[in-house]
């Protein structure tokens, strides 16, 4: 049982075009991320959403838009691709309202986006 | 400010050699978490470990070891005798109480074990 799940793991498109990314967590975490990973490795946040409730929005463009339906899935939609959103996607999740471990964020696979 | 900074871009070692990977962090936080991920050749993101600010004791487990040193703002790694499969880029990472949940990753170590 994968506990953050991402789908696509590939994602090839087209300049211009408009397309989503989705992730799943199936550990009862009350917080999501996404972050990007570039091509020289480096990791930044972009969103965090705890409790359907957005806390955490890097600068961003606006063609980026999250979108939380429910605690278990945040999904990432991005508008008008531009070449230099090729990147890594990772989504992760923590559980921040307990006493227990908190903080600790559990990453998905990735989603490798190349946009030509 | 939160920073992370992972001074060595590449490690090359011979297997069973012991290699230590190092971080230094910068933060005004009295309250603060550190964590260690790999991430091995096939892409994911694997938790290591983590550490609040409260915690010095260093820590092991099985061959890794984390020594962490508040006066230095050091939380380093050891791999004891490297296996190939040690093979992966690791990230050093550190969370303020004050600034959310966000994760402040360093540039993160590729470290190569050869045969």
């Known amino acids: 049982d994968t506990a953050v799940s991402q789908t696509p793991k590939y994602l090839v498109t087209q300049m211009g075009n408009d397309k989503s990314i989705k992730c799943e967590q199936n550990?009862?975490?009350?917080?999501m991320y996404w972050y990007k990973q570039d091509s020289k490795k480096f990791l930044k946040i972009m969103f965090s959403?705890?409790?359907?409730?957005?806390?955490i929005n890097e600068t961003v463009p606006n063609r980026f838009s999250p979108k939380s339906p429910d605690k278990a899935h945040l999904n990432l939609h991005i508008n008008s691709l531009e070449l230099g959103d090729s990147a890594v996607y990772f989504c992760?999740?923590?559980?921040?309202?307990?006493?227990?471990?908190?903080?600790?964020?559990?990453f998905g696979a990735g989603t490798r986006l190349s946009v030509l | 400010a939160q920073k992370v900074t992972q001074a060595q871009t590449e490690i090359s070692v011979v297997e069973k050699e012991d290699v230590t990977l190092d971080c230094v962090y910068e933060?005004?936080?009295?309250?603060?978490?550190l964590f260690w991920y790999k991430q091995p050749p096939s892409g994911e993101l694997v938790f290591l470990i983590r550490?609040?600010?409260?915690?010095?004791q260093n820590e092991i487990s099985g061959r890794y070891s984390w020594n962490f040193q508040k006066s230095t703002s050091s939380f380093n790694f050891t791999i004891t005798a490297s296996q190939v499969v040690d093979s992966a880029v690791y990230f050093c990472?550190?969370?303020?109480?004050?600034?959310?949940?966000?994760?402040?990753f360093g540039e993160g170590t590729q470290l190569t074990v050869n045969p």
């Open positions: 992760a999740s923590s559980q921040q309202s307990t006493s227990g471990p908190k903080n600790i964020q559990y």
């Open positions: 959403y705890n409790n359907k409730e957005l806390i």
């Open positions: 933060t005004r936080d009295t309250t603060y978490y």
């Open positions: 550990l009862g975490h009350d917080t």
């Open positions: 550490r609040n600010s409260f915690d010095e």
């Open positions: 990472a550190l969370s303020e109480e004050t600034s959310g949940s966000r994760l402040t």
